[in-house]
């Protein structure tokens, strides 16, 4: 991207592009046992996430829903960098990925350690988009927590 | 960082130059007199195209105030000493304003409130709670506002009514005679917006509330997205009650007005109770104060109301048939190069519009947009324009909308054209 849209550069980068247009696990997958309903009535964004989870473990992952090139993007790239973990684990990577989308300089600075959603730095940029960042992992988090019934909402 | 691959450039934007078109406006000087419209945003000029949810404010709406609290501050209809008596006159002053402006017969039948949304819940919950009963019907359109939605549903959930909603089709436009059917003989106050504000059209007020009438119902219009883009007569309407905010013609925030037929608002129970809304107090028995201050429980925002009385004399000043004339050929001219854009669909198609140019964009999700345009410092909504019904009747979460005002000059809209292209690019 040239210079000319400068920090969009950031918040565009390839990959989310890539995501946002070729979301993976863009399904419900077949078997499933937890299940959230994330929304965000600012921008009328909807995110489902499914899970099926077997000892405390995500073994299988999918989202569906409708949202900006930056929601896509980062429920797709959640999805595949849940799948295997613990809850534990998805846990800790949610309060990672939400310190780096919101500018913590700590977790700025190890943002390498988050592998590929290290792209996600660049919305630290644009606060009025963190939300559409983190609406796939607030619902991720209301389906490990069992809140089958509850649309989470960012608001 | 990785890039992404296809560079995008943007081409020149002319904003600099001077604005052309606008029959008989002087842009230029207009421009002039909003000081905002010289702020750079992200190192570019302000290209501001937001103004359906607020419109930027004339430095003569600004000195209002601060001349207001330099020179007159006191509350009013109190005190003896000289600022009391200065407020008093300036806040009089200022609802002779309103009246002249919207045509009303009689100052009384002007009440200020905090905007379009107060005054629309004050007519629910006034006229509304007394006259709607159980069984009964309110009537409002399929393009409202959520503002003049709730206050129904709200007022039908407590008396066990019903909300009746009259269909639009896939321009936008009002089915007129499915609206007639609606009209019943439960139907007891029918709610309509004069223009959309997330599909800018014109709805055929005259005719809509002639059939209201016929049948002896009263009518309130929504007139928010009306006011800054017409020349409005509540009389020659001939509509029972007018609600429209001082924030988006030109006033501050925090003020607005409702407009009601003088013998409506005599026979209508007070909204809230307090000071100046009472002639007499005793334990045993209040009588309330006569018109317009009836209504106006509290000290109001007396700078809000004397700066939105400045607001309405400074576009009186240029002219409301000059600004419409100027509105309709920006819209025009939006609709032709926006609309020419592929992958652009435009939300809102109707005959007559005002306003406002709604859209969706092939491939590039409304908030994406919003964020590349404000890069360029181009300001547009993005998202459902507090008007969910209305994306759910298009089958869209949200569209991208850009709204016009009498300082907006075809050269914006070049931008807006640039930025949309841009956008684009990125997204290929």
């Not at chain 2, 450039?9 to 002039?32: C, F, M, Q, T, W």
């Not at chain 2, 200020?112 to 006034?126: D, S």
């Not at chain 2, 004397?306 to 607001?311: F, S, V």
């Amino acid at each position: 991207m040239s210079a000319e849209l400068g920090e969009l550069s950031d918040l565009y980068q390839e990959v989310i592009l890539e995501h946002s247009k070729a979301p993976r696990n863009f399904r419900k997958p077949e078997a499933t046992n937890r299940h959230a309903e994330g929304y965000n009535p600012l921008c009328g964004d909807r995110c489902s996430v499914y899970l099926d989870v077997e000892n405390g473990a995500i073994k299988d992952i999918g989202f569906q829903g409708s949202g900006c090139a930056i929601s896509r993007a980062s429920a797709s790239m959640m999805t595949q960098a849940l799948k295997g973990k613990s809850k534990e684990e998805a846990a800790k990577l949610f309060e990672e990925f939400h310190n780096l989308v919101t500018g913590d300089p700590e977790a700025m600075k190890n943002a390498a350690d988050l592998g590929k959603l290290a792209a996600f730095g660049g919305v630290s940029k644009f606060p009025a988009r963190v939300k559409c960042a983190t609406l796939a992992w607030h619902t991720l988090q209301s389906a490990l927590e069992g809140k089958e019934d509850e649309t989470v909402s960012t608001e | 960082m990785t890039a992404v691959a296809h560079p995008v450039v943007l081409g020149p934007l002319s904003r600099e130059a001077s604005p052309k078109s606008a029959p008989g406006l002087d842009l230029a000087k207009i421009r002039g007199d909003f000081p905002i419209l010289a702020e750079h945003i992200n190192g570019k000029r302000l290209v501001y195209l937001d103004n359906a949810a607020t419109s930027q404010k004339p430095r003569v709406v600004l000195n209002a105030i601060a001349h207001y609290y330099e020179h007159l501050n006191a509350n009013i209809h109190r005190g003896v000493h000289t600022l009391s008596v200065r407020a008093t006159e300036a806040h009089d002053a200022a609802r002779k304003t309103v009246k002249r402006f919207i045509n009303a017969a009689d100052t009384r039948e002007i009440i200020f409130v905090r905007g379009a949304t107060e005054a629309i819940n004050l007519v629910a919950q006034t006229y509304g709670r007394k006259h709607v009963g159980a069984g009964d019907e309110v009537l409002i359109t399929a393009m409202e506002h959520h503002s003049n939605i709730v206050p129904w549903q709200i007022l039908c959930e407590e008396k066990g009514a019903h909300l009746r909603v009259a269909p639009i089709n896939d321009r936008g436009e009002l089915l007129l005679d499915q609206f007639e059917k609606l009209i019943g003989l439960r139907t007891k106050i029918v709610a309509v917006t004069q223009v959309s504000n997330a599909l800018g059209t014109i709805t055929p007020l005259s005719t809509m509330i002639e059939m209201a009438h016929k049948r002896g119902v009263p009518v309130l219009v929504d007139g928010a997205q009306a006011v800054p883009h017409m020349p409005v007569d509540v009389q020659a309407l001939d509509c029972d009650f007018y609600a429209f905010s001082g924030h988006k013609v030109y006033g501050p925030t925090g003020i607005g007005v409702l407009y009601g037929k003088r013998a409506l608002l005599e026979a209508m129970p007070p909204y809230q109770g307090g000071g100046d809304m009472i002639s007499s107090v005793t334990f045993e028995k209040t009588t309330y104060n006569v018109l317009p201050y009836k209504f106006e429980a509290g000290t109001p925002d007396i700078a809000g109301a004397i700066a939105l009385g400045a607001a309405l004399d400074y576009i009186s000043g240029i002219g409301m048939d000059k600004i419409a004339a100027h509105g309709q050929d920006l819209l025009a001219y939006a609709t032709e190069t926006v609309g020419a854009i592929p992958g652009v669909q435009l939300i809102g198609t109707a005959s007559e519009r005002a306003g406002v140019l709604s859209f969706v964009l092939d491939g590039v999700h409304p908030h994406d947009l919003g964020t590349i345009l404000d890069r360029e410092g181009i300001a547009i909504r993005t998202g459902h324009h507090c008007a969910q019904p209305v994306m759910e009747r298009f089958h869209i979460p949200a569209t991208a909308r850009a709204s016009f005002a009498v300082y907006n000059t075809r050269e914006e809209v070049d931008a807006l054209v640039g930025g949309i292209r841009a956008a684009r690019e990125v997204f290929q």
